[in-house]
T-cell receptor
Framework: SAVISQKPSRDICQRGTSLTIQCQVD?????MFWYRQQPGQSLTLIAT?????????ESGFVIDKFPISRPNLTFSTLTVSNMSPEDSSIYLC??????????????FGSGTRLTVV | AQTVTQSQPEMSVQEAETVTLSCTYD???????LFWYKQPPSRQMILVIR??????QNATENRFSVNFQKAAKSFSLKISDSQLGDTAMYFC???????????????FGKGTKLSVKP
């Protein structure tokens, strides 16, 4: 199954600044997913990133606030722009692991814990 | 639209005992996967167990097993011989499959916080 390296693991940022989170996958994948997990909550999908096309954003998330890049089939970045304390969350990337039915699933990065002060 | 419901926000169990976490889902699809993921304080999402909808046999992985009731749209997780390391958030998740593969992202329940007490 795929292995994802996600950076940074945590950061404390000043309000009004931006942070870029990177995810590197050890194999080529079609879709990458970006999630936000607010404290004590479940995972909420921010957007789906396909290589060579604009990311698809979920309701409540906009490209100006969460721009995403997907330059190739193994890498993606999510930027959290003009941050406010409400953006303090864990951000995770994920990819689908396709193949044989007993190996099917989704792999996640280790998460980025963002605190905005 | 598909939904996943976990009705137990928190549960606790004594070490070495058995606990069952509940999950129900709603879908009109016939071919899909269900998963249980574990998220310890390290925040890493760890796959615990998967179940394909067309497989009638309940999945098992060591101390973890599921009770998959397709007609009732129920997918509970049983943890036997609970260990302190099982303390974590547990998320039930769903994805529908089309002929070409998945239909995209996982849909998660709200999670159950499990505490294993010594």
């Amino acid at each position: 199954s795929a292995v994802i390296s996600q950076k940074p693991s945590r950061d404390i940022c000043q309000r009004g600044t931006s942070l870029t989170i990177q995810c590197q996958v050890d194999s080529q994948v079609t879709m990458m997913f970006w999630y936000r997990q607010q404290p004590g909550q479940s995972l909420t999908l921010i957007a789906t990133a396909n290589q060579g096309s604009e990311a698809t954003y979920e309701s409540g998330f906009v490209i100006d606030k969460f721009p995403i890049s997907r330059p190739n089939l193994t890498f993606s970045t999510l930027t959290v722009s003009n941050m406010s304390p409400e953006d303090s969350s864990i951000y995770l990337c994920s990819v689908e692991v396709s193949g044989l039915w007993w190996d099917y699933g989704y792999t996640f990065g280790s998460g980025t814990r963002l605190t905005v002060v | 639209a598909q939904t996943v419901t976990q009705s137990q926000p928190e549960m606790s169990v004594q070490e070495a005992e058995t606990v069952t976490l509940s999950c129900t889902y709603d879908t009109s699809e016939n071919n899909y996967y269900l998963f249980w993921y574990k998220q310890p304080p390290s925040r890493q999402m760890i796959l615990v167990i998967r179940q394909e909808a067309y497989k009638q046999q309940n999945a098992t992985e060591n101390r973890f097993s599921v009770n998959f009731q397709k007609a009732a749209k129920s997918f509970s997780l049983k943890i036997s011989d609970s260990q302190l390391g099982d303390t974590a958030m547990y998320f039930c998740a769903f994805v529908a499959l089309n002929y070409g593969g998945s239909q995209g992202n996982l849909i998660f329940g709200k999670g159950t916080k499990l505490s294993v007490k010594p």
